[in-house]
């Protein structure tokens, strides 16, 4: 359990909250770079709070600019993206992706004046089939993350994106809480049993609702590997990074290697981003269509702009299922189907996690009121990251301490592994796989 304090840090997101400027000290994934084309339509979004407008230009050079146009503060989304800048369509104000003023359409010595006009725009680079953005001190930019899914080869990864109605921290919780997969994520067929519905996170046949867990901090995080009992004498190992403050890596056995990214849009929503990758080969088109039909993922037809609560509208990705149709839950399934009823991994975290019970005032499932919580060993993973993050926070605002990742990215150089072995411990597997895990070893990286 956190305290009301405590729970505050860690889930406001704000330009000055200790959470917000920690969060300013990283590049984070904000859009898929497949959603903007040249000179085509800019996309909303809203990240720690600040709304912003995302485009491509004519030359193909991402702009992420604020959300309203510096003139009278209309917005820049209505605004014609051509000749290398997108225009305010109120009085034909100019902007390059730059921030820089090209023209000031209304004004009768415009040429002379436009120098005197910026709009903000934010520091971006387009890596691993996203858009990355750096919200932070321009002046103290962050080392960019050596994660091994953003630096393969494009048709060797698969991004997805989706709004979750929670703080970011609910959804990165859910990541690092490994026993939950036997549950909620369970199939009623007991061939399949331990397994996640449809996608196999565990081998079949495992069977060990009670995983043990080992965990070991580290300058991204921590690593922790989750044990559970797959015969005589032979266990069912799951070793997983937490790499702080967004980054997690999922060991299953479907896709080679997979994980997810949680950046927070405010206080109460969080953009997920997914990610599959192979190191060696492309993704194949039976792979794909996995990701994108919706049985692990949003199908990305989905795709809508949709209005949060303080009435700013964003771009995203939505699934069908939502609270408001109880996300379509199906209680003849849940009898002899699926252990929960609901359709699919993503669909499933969000059932639980939108509708937790919250800090009184603001409706469910926006943040969890951690104070009333009840925690025990199967929740350390949990425990450890809000303790890590929220020092981490502290030491920036109290003590001017950066985060060491954000100046060492060669920190992400790591890869969760799966494995069922004789091998009954943490030292043990870790004597093995150290390097893998721990980052001593530096995949190839591209070109950034
Ligand atoms: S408000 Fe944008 S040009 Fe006037
Ligand atoms: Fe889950």
Same mark, same amino acid.
């Given at each position: 359990m956190l305290s009301p304090e405590e729970n505050e840090v860690l889930c406001r997101v704000g330009a000055g909250t200790p959470m917000g400027e920690l969060f300013r000290c990283f590049w984070l994934p904000a859009i898929l770079s497949s959603e903007i084309e040249a000179d085509g339509s800019p996309r909303r979004l809203r990240l720690l709070g600040e709304d912003m407008v995302a485009f491509r230009d004519s030359d193909g050079k991402v702009g992420i600019l604020d959300a309203y146009c510096p003139h009278k503060l209309a917005p820049m989304f209505y605004g014609r993206n051509e000749e290398c800048g997108l225009t305010?369509? =109120?009085?034909?104000w100019k902007f390059d992706t730059d921030g820089?003023?090209? $023209? %000031?359409?209304? $004004? &009768?010595d415009g040429e002379d004046h436009k120098h005197r006009v910026k709009i903000r725009s934010y520091p971006v680079r387009e890596i691993g089939n996203l858009v990355w953005i750096f919200m932070g001190d321009e002046n103290n930019i962050a080392d960019f993350p050596h994660l091994e899914w953003a630096h393969v080869d494009a048709e060797k990864s698969h991004v997805t994106r989706w709004l979750q109605r929670t703080n970011w921290a609910q959804g990165f919780e859910g990541e690092i809480d490994s026993s939950h997969i036997s549950f909620l994520h369970r199939s009623m067929d007991n061939s399949l049993r331990? !397994?996640?519905?449809? +996608?196999?996170?565990?081998? &079949?046949?495992?069977? /060990? /609702?009670a995983p043990e867990l080992t965990l070991k901090e580290t300058d991204y995080g921590f690593v922790y590997g989750a044990r559970r009992r797959a015969g005589e004498n032979l266990y069912y190992w799951r070793m997983t990074q937490c790499m702080l403050p967004i980054f997690n890596q999922i060991a299953n056995d479907v896709f080679p290697r997979s994980g997810r990214c949680w950046v927070p849009v405010d206080d109460y929503n969080v953009m997920a981003f997914s990610y599959v990758y192979n190191a060696d080969a492309p993704i194949t088109q039976e792979q794909a269509d996995i990701l994108e039909t919706g049985r692990s993922f949003p199908p990305l037809r989905d795709y809508v702009a949709t209005e949060l609560d303080d009435g700013y509208v964003i771009d995203t990705f939505i699934s069908k299922n939502v609270r408001g149709n109880d996300y379509l839950i199906d209680r003849d399934v849940q009898t002899d189907? +699926? =252990?929960?009823?609901?359709? #699919?991994l993503t669909n499933q975290d969000r059932a639980i996690q939108e509708n937790m019970r919250s800090?009184? #005032?603001? #409706?469910?499932?926006?943040?969890? /009121? @951690? !104070? @009333?919580e009840y925690l025990m060993t199967a929740d350390v993973p949990v425990i450890t990251f809000r303790k890590i993050i929220i020092k981490m926070a502290m030491d920036l605002a109290d003590k001017g301490i950066r985060p060491k990742a954000a100046d060492d990215g060669? %920190? =992400?150089n790591v890869r969760a592994i799966s494995a069922v072995t004789e091998i009954e411990t943490f030292e043990e597997l870790l004597e093995i796989h150290g390097a893998e895990c721990l980052g001593t070893v530096t995949p190839a990286m591209a070109a950034e």
């Open positions: 305010c369509v =109120y009085h034909g820089a003023c090209m $023209e %000031l359409g209304n $004004e &009768p331990g !397994s996640a519905v449809g +996608t196999s996170i565990a081998p &079949p046949g495992i069977w /060990d /609702d189907g +699926t =252990y929960s009823g609901i359709f #699919g800090i009184p #005032g603001i #409706g469910p499932g926006k943040i969890a /009121d @951690r !104070s @009333r060669s %920190l =992400y």
